[in-house]
Nanobody, 123 residues
Framework: VQLQASGGGLVQAGGSLRLSCAAS????????MGWFRQAPGKEREFVAA????????DYADSVKGRFTISRDNDKKMVYLQMNNLEPEDTAVYYC?????????????????WGQGTQVTVSS
């Protein structure tokens, strides 16, 4: 499975962005999907994950209530709607996929990774 993330950009604090991740080359609906981010000088961290059907989702505490992950299996797309953005959300955002069923925040369990898209939130 190949993943291509897009939608990043520069936004003021309090603003919104929607990230998209396009999948190709595999059975997309058989993969749980996740979003991770990495800020300069920091380790990659979990943001959100969604089940294969889209019926279940999990979020990092830092983004709960502000971010929403969703997917469209027909279009082979996964999205991350980010509202009320904060400067602390500035990072490169990566989409990832795993062939397992369970949602997990641990990056080592993800098999496929996109190239990342930069999100910068100004104060």
């Amino acid at each position: 499975v190949q993943l291509q993330a897009s939608g990043g950009g520069l936004v003021q604090a309090g603003g919104s962005l929607r990230l998209s991740c396009a999948a190709s080359g595999g059975a997309f609906s058989m993969h749980a999907m996740g979003w991770f981010r990495q800020a300069p000088g920091k380790e990659r961290e979990f943001v959100a994950a969604i089940s294969r059907s889209g019926g279940n989702a999990d979020y990092a505490d830092s983004v709960k209530g502000r971010f929403t992950i969703s997917r469209d299996n027909d279009k082979k797309m996964v999205y991350l709607q980010m509202n009320n953005l904060e400067p602390e959300d500035t990072a490169v955002y990566y989409c990832a996929g795993r062939s397992g069923v369970a949602l997990t925040p641990h990056s080592r369990f993800y098999d496929y990774w996109g190239q990342g898209t930069q999100v910068t939130v100004s104060s």
